[in-house]
């Protein structure tokens, strides 16, 4: 038996048969990886590429602080700027689902109405209901590359969260590490003051007795006021550090004193103090000398996994940007073709006179059909917004490769000053013990009798002096390393698969609206979204042949 088909649903036929035929634009290929420096490493085994990521997931527990550590945790949790950067996420899931379902028909409406007319005087009344259907099918990709351009912009905001979460991290560690070693200078300055009024009883008992002039006693007085106006510099650094630590745990300053102040730090403090009992000073252990409150900073490798550095979040922040960019220029193509649509409308309408009951019984309307529409004699618009979007698509190139740069910059930049600081530390710790040692023999001498008060005041200027730079530098050292893991981009892996947005702020969410299940346990859990480097992919796919030969 032969199946005849109308001329319309013939025509209805052929327009389905043409949808996502083709997709136009050009289809996104990852940027060339720019040279990387020659003495970076840019081989290695698989083991080696593994240890380093994982110092690099939890790179703060390599200090071995455990105030630290919780510091970090918290703020990962509870952090204002994380927690909008994880809305930013959920917004850019919803435009990718309002893109997803631009692909289905646009046009799905109930519409009514019930109105009354006067002709010559005569009333007439009109009811009417319809639903209306329209589906412009997707034959040149417009729906297509829209959801490639939602789907990309999803993945730059959980790469942007990832970002962020690097910088939370990194600034956690370093304004903790500020505190810690503004903490130790205010220490060693009060032990110092305490050593200078004992320089000035001395030299006060000398001039009592007639052994010196008034002017001993003075300078005496001067050094120790000095050494005393510098004490609340020191404690307004510390209080700012603290404030930003409470700004970046989302928490009161108040509520970061209990943090900093544990049972732990304060049984290492009273350690600390332990060196300064003595009536005579004794020499710093080492460059890692367990009595310093500053925290140890790990030992740092020489060379650098430039791998590692292609890894950071916010280059995939920039890739993912040119992603959807490369997909608007689809987007804008599709305007020089014709777009085919689908309409259907079913409904009954009825208008009777004045007084009349409304009938529905052969009111009944339908109406189906394929449209098409094509925009002609646009004067260059359409082609032109064509070239807009290729050289935005363009720009967004440019600035991922200017992020590269900047990546190469950083990493180099932290790897130099912590060369140079450690250097600098070697000698400020050589300097440290050499005026201790200084001031020891200077306080036998002057007590004695041997040596003038001059040599005395110079000696303990000069301690007093080393010892607040040997504290400053190490805070240095520390400080570059958080700077050299934070160029690496390092810290965002560990929270793959942890939620990105707390369950209260969720639940006021639920509260207010359906978010199905946008919002559940799931749902709010960061997906693992990282694409490898040219030279990853081309090591996985050597590893695969090798696997199949």
């Not at 417009?142 to 690097?166: L, N, P, T």
């Not at 009592?208 to 003075?218: K, P």
């Not at 220029?329 to 009349?356: M, Q």
């Not at 749902?523 to 042949?545: H, M, N, S, V």
């Amino acid at each position: 038996m032969l199946l005849k088909i109308s001329k319309p649903s013939f025509a209805i036929l052929s327009i389905l048969g043409l949808s996502a035929c083709t997709v136009v634009g050009p289809d996104y290929v990852h940027p060339e990886q720019r040279p990387l420096p020659n003495d970076w490493s840019v081989e290695g085994t698989n083991s080696d590429a593994q240890k380093s990521q994982q110092k690099l997931h939890l790179w703060w527990q390599q200090f071995n602080d455990p105030t630290l550590n919780q510091l970090v945790d918290m703020a990962s949790q509870q952090n204002l700027d994380l927690e909008a950067a994880g809305l930013r996420i959920v917004q850019a899931r919803s435009l990718l689902g309002i893109s997803t379902g631009l692909q289905y028909p646009q046009v799905q409406a109930v519409s009514g109405n019930l109105t009354r007319a006067y002709v010559n005087d005569q009333g007439v009344n009109n009811a009417g209901l319809s639903f209306d259907a329209g589906w412009e099918m997707d034959v040149w990709g417009k729906y297509a590359r829209g959801i490639e351009s939602a789907e990309a912009g999803y993945y730059a905001s959980v790469a942007s969260y990832h970002d962020i979460m690097v910088t939370i991290t990194s600034e956690v560690a370093r304004n903790y590490i500020n505190y810690r070693t503004f903490q130790e200078r205010l220490l060693l300055s009060r032990r110092n003051i305490e050593i200078q009024e004992r320089v000035v009883n001395i030299t006060q008992v000398q001039f009592d007795s007639g052994n010196v002039t008034e002017l001993d006693v003075q300078q005496a007085k001067n050094q120790l006021f000095n050494t005393k106006a510098a004490l609340p510099s020191l404690e307004v650094a510390m209080k700012q550090s603290r404030m930003a630590l409470s700004m970046l745990l989302g928490i009161l300053p108040n509520e970061v004193d209990a943090l900093l102040s544990s049972e732990t730090f304060n049984q290492q403090i009273a350690d600390y103090e332990t060196q300064f009992k003595s009536s005579n000073r004794k020499p710093a252990l080492s460059g890692n000398d367990d009595r310093s409150i500053v925290p140890h900073p790990p030992q740092l490798e020489k060379q650098v996994d430039a791998n590692l550095v292609m890894r950071r979040p916010d280059l995939l922040v920039s890739e993912m940007q040119a992603r959807a960019q490369s997909a608007k220029i689809g987007v804008a193509e599709t305007a020089l073709y014709p777009s085919f649509s689908l309409f259907g409308s079913i409904g009954i309408d009825s208008t009777v006179p004045d007084g009349h009951s409304f009938s529905f019984s052969d009111s009944l309307t339908m109406a189906i059909g394929p449209t098409f529409k094509w925009n002609i004699f646009q004067y260059g618009r359409v082609k032109d917004n064509i070239r807009f979007e290729d050289a935005r698509f363009q720009e967004t190139l440019t600035n991922y490769n200017k992020k590269v740069l900047q990546a190469v910059n950083e990493v180099t930049n932290a790897l130099d000053a912590y060369d140079l600081y450690l250097k600098q530390q070697s000698l400020r710790l050589q300097s440290v013990n050499s005026s201790i040692r200084a001031y020891n023999i200077s306080m036998t001498q002057y007590e004695n009798g041997q040596i003038s008060f001059q040599r005395l005041l110079s000696s303990v200027e000069k301690m007093t002096r080393a010892e607040d730079s040997y504290a400053s530098i190490k805070g240095n050292v520390a400080n570059q390393v958080v700077a050299l893991y934070k160029a690496l981009g390092g810290g965002w892996e560990a929270q793959t698969g942890k939620a990105f947005l707390s369950e209260s702020v969720a639940q006021q969410m639920i509260d207010r609206n359906d978010w199905g299940g946008y919002l559940d346990e799931q749902g709010r859990q960061l997906p693992d979204i990282y694409i490898p480097t040219p030279a990853e992919k081309e090591q996985q796919e050597d590893a695969q042949q090798e696997e199949q030969q």
